[in-house]
């Protein structure tokens, strides 16, 4: 059993109470926290988002027990959102200190997680369908958890035993796209330009015979998540409407979206009436600007409070289904009309803080941060907008 990601732990434990003795070895590579008890398989605790050296032994021991596998073996890999920073295999001369600045730039520019993993996948050894490389002659069998919009099997964790489709030359046009050629290590950009030219071997791709016994299969993803509350929403009393289970672009632009769409509720112009709620699922970004502290679902929480002062009867809630949000220990954050006064009576200013993409100082001053702790799972991000009902 090989994996990595942060329910691959969870993944593992509940494989082995399925399985029991017939695992004969195990490394899962999981987020520091995201442990769950095991017997044979190893947990090894990593960094993420930025990848670090604990990441780069994991990957190295992953990639030699998949190497080890004969022909009459079964690989399982559970693979969940997360494993792609949790593994670090940099294709040498790449350092993992270039690995982690490639990614801090394309985090810091906005990248997609698409774009993100495109260039992570021709900087490495084990992404890209080359976990399956690795383990070939052997069956692979791969669980998949998708943090991804639209479950693409290539994306979620940098598609380590799926055909790759993306390709040097669309990694290096992902880098010029955000201006970050001249700024990105040298050495990643040399590998690109190699393999960009046919230098270098491109990650395997759709047909290749390495896949003949490779079956990938997605066992949970967002839509869960976000028909599980539509459906408690329900329950509790209120209209239910989803928006979308592919949410996407700039988190404060997606806020103040999410906040027009609870006014027109309010106004008797939505599509259900008050008391509603709106759910939505997916994966904004973030460019950043300022040098605060913060994450995607924290920014998409502060814009809304700025947006919602003085107003009584909106209440968003903006939550990673992993618990983390960025490099925070918030999931999120849940914000009503009164957070932006709350944070200024308590000495913080909401809208200098949104400028300097400082969300989690603000959203703590305020008291509206959520924290959760792991919840061993990662299946992208919820947000809900509730509208309370005029004579309520």
Not at 188 to 201: P, S, T
Not at 239 to 251: I, K, N, Q
Not at 294 to 299: F, L, S, T
Request: hydrophobic share 45%; aromatic share 2%.
């Amino acid at each position: 059993m090989v994996g990595a990601g942060k329910a691959s732990g969870a993944m593992a434990a509940a494989a082995e109470e399925a399985w029991g003795d017939r695992i004969a070895a195990g490394v899962v590579a999981v987020k520091d926290g995201y442990t769950a008890p095991t017997r044979t398989v190893r947990l090894l605790e990593a960094g993420h988002p930025v990848p670090d050296e604990r990441g780069a032994a994991a990957a190295r021991e992953i990639l030699a027990l998949a190497e080890s596998a004969g022909p009459d073996d079964l690989v399982l890999a559970l693979v969940s959102g997360g494993g792609s920073a949790l593994t670090p295999a940099p294709a040498p001369p790449i350092t993992l200190a270039d690995k982690q600045e490639m990614t801090r730039l394309l985090l810091a520019a906005g990248a997609t997680i698409n774009q993100l993993n495109a260039v992570r996948k021709h900087s490495s050894l084990l992404k890209g369908g080359q976990l399956a490389r690795a383990a070939a002659p052997a069956r692979l069998e791969t669980l998949l958890l998708s943090d991804v919009i639209g479950d693409t099997l290539d994306v979620i964790a940098s598609g380590p035993t799926t055909p790759d489709v993306s390709t040097f030359g669309e990694a290096l046009e992902i880098l010029d796209r955000f201006g970050l050629r001249d700024r990105t290590p040298r050495s990643i950009v040399e590998r690109l330009e190699r393999g960009a030219r046919g230098e270098v071997a491109e990650t395997p791709k759709p047909g290749d015979p390495i896949f003949a016994h490779v079956r990938n299969t997605v066992i949970g993803n967002n839509a869960l998540v976000v028909d599980a509350a539509a459906a408690q929403a329900r329950a509790l009393g209120f209209a239910s409407h989803v928006l979308t289970r592919s949410l996407e672009g700039e988190a404060r632009e997606v806020a103040r979206d999410l906040i027009a769409r609870g006014q027109a509720i309010r106004a008797g112009r939505g599509p259900v009436p008050a008391p509603a709620c709106l759910v939505a699922g997916g994966e904004t970004t973030v460019t950043v600007h300022g040098k605060g502290k913060g994450g995607r679902c924290q920014e998409a929480a502060l814009a809304a409070a700025l947006a919602l002062r003085d107003q009584n009867d909106i209440v968003l809630l903006a939550a990673g289904t992993d618990g983390s949000d960025g490099p925070t220990d918030a999931a999120g954050a849940i914000v009503d009309g009164g957070s932006a006064e709350r944070g200024r009576r308590r000495g913080v200013d909401p809208a200098r803080g949104l400028e300097e993409n400082d969300s989690n100082r603000i959203l703590d001053a305020s008291g509206d941060l959520l924290v959760t702790g792991p919840t061993n799972t990662n299946l992208l991000d919820l947000y809900l907008v509730l509208v309370r009902a005029p004579s309520s």
